[in-house]
């Protein structure tokens, strides 16, 4: 596959997985349907966000700098290229994006996990509220 059509997909993935990110957290905030709803168009949304996340890893696999774009070197599904930054910046956020998206599938279709019932920050406010002069 030649690199513009690639670029033109993950652009759509990325595109598409944000849409659904939107909508989700649209329905989410007005109520007009129920959590099980918004949980699924998020977990549609990360399908579409981990996919553009791959094919980014694809980008930097088949395409690294300094190579002709449409080199005919033959197309690779995967390589282990951890010393190259362009290749290293795409599998983190592969990774990060498949576990997000697993995050979400494992909390909406296996109970794991749950709402939070604090903030994230209510340890900090405390402790600053327990050390606060009287």
Not at 22 to 30: H, K, M, P, T
Request: with cysteine.
């Amino acid at each position: 596959m030649p690199a513009r059509p690639l670029n033109s997909l993950v652009a759509l993935a990325f595109t598409v997985g944000g849409g659904l990110f939107a909508l989700g957290a649209a329905i989410a905030q007005v109520g007009s349907g129920d959590a099980a709803t918004s949980a699924s168009i998020y977990l549609a949304g990360g399908a579409f966000f981990s996919t553009g996340g791959y094919g980014s890893v694809l980008q930097a696999v088949n395409f690294p700098p300094g190579a002709a774009a449409e080199s005919g070197g033959g197309w690779r599904w995967w390589r282990y290229e951890p010393t190259r930054p362009g290749w290293l910046a795409a599998f983190v956020l592969f990774v990060g994006l498949s576990l997000c998206a697993g995050g979400t599938f494992g909390r909406q279709h296996l109970g794991i996990g749950g709402r939070r019932k604090r903030s994230v920050f209510a340890p900090v406010r405390e402790r600053c509220a327990s050390q606060a002069p009287e």
